[in-house]
């Protein structure tokens, strides 16, 4: 069975500064690690993916997150927040073989402070 | 190059009634999944369909059934609606194929209201 766990379901950034959103994962199998942005009335929409290889992988918009598997993380991260990064982000896991079947975290409301 | 859409996009339903929606995958993919969001949750899988079969389930009843056509479309069913399957409705697609790493692509839901 898989799971994952976002810490925190609002997190508050002003303009600018850093972005930190928290995930965890619990997987019996190598996993491949999914962070998707959700707009308001929207479907989700990828972000990045990690499957294999390099851990520190870079997605649209600024983003990117790096797999720590002793830590079973995949933290997502953004240098300097910009207003329209206001959403709501969702961390998820698959196995190694059919990501269609993906477990999600419950997500994290970012909101960007002027 | 369309991607993946859905209908409709909001029905309103009594409990007890039976709702139908649909989704056409993104161009060239083989594989549809649904999902269920409830507000302020994530996406729960609730089934996939591959080679017009259910290939995989997750932990839904079974007045949740679905429907893959030789063009790929799915519909996905609900029977005996109750107030708890009010939730946007998420059509994702995607390509199962050696060394595909089958990330989602989604639909922007249908929004089943049930009263």
């Known amino acids: 069975a898989q799971s994952v766990t976002q810490l925190g379901s609002h997190v508050s950034v002003s303009e600018g500064a850093l972005v930190l959103l928290r995930c965890n994962y619990s997987?019996?199998?190598?996993?491949?690690l999914f962070w998707y942005v959700q707009y308001p009335n929207q479907g989700l929409q990828l972000l990045l993916k990690?499957?294999?290889?390099?851990?520190l992988v870079k997605g649209i918009n600024g983003f990117e997150a790096e797999f720590k598997k002793s830590e079973t993380s995949f933290h997502l991260t953004k240098p300097s927040a910009h207003m329209s990064d206001a959403a709501e982000y969702f961390c998820?896991?698959?196995?190694?073989?059919?990501?269609?079947?993906?477990?999600f975290g419950d997500g994290t409301t970012l909101t960007v402070k002027p | 190059d369309a991607g993946v859409t859905q209908s409709p996009t909001h029905l309103i339903k009594t409990r007890g009634q039976q709702v139908t929606l649909r989704c056409s995958p993104k161009?060239?993919?083989?594989?549809v999944s649904w999902y269920q969001q409830a507000l302020g949750q994530g996406p729960q899988f609730i089934f996939q369909?591959?080679?017009?079969?259910?290939?995989q389930r997750g932990n839904f009843p079974d007045r949740f059934s679905g429907h893959q056509f030789p063009n790929y479309s799915s519909e996905l069913n609900v029977n005996a609606l109750l107030l708890g399957d009010s939730a946007l409705y998420l059509c994702?697609?995607?390509?199962?194929?050696?060394?595909?790493?089958?990330?989602?692509?989604f639909g922007e839901g249908s929004r089943l209201t049930v009263l």
């Open positions: 998820a896991v698959s196995d190694n073989t059919n990501a269609g079947k993906s477990t």
């Open positions: 990690y499957t294999t290889g390099a851990t």
């Open positions: 997987s019996s199998v190598p996993p491949y």
């Open positions: 994702a697609s995607s390509l199962l194929s050696a060394g595909s790493t089958g990330e989602l692509f």
């Open positions: 369909y591959y080679e017009e079969e259910e290939r």
């Open positions: 161009s060239g993919h083989d594989t």
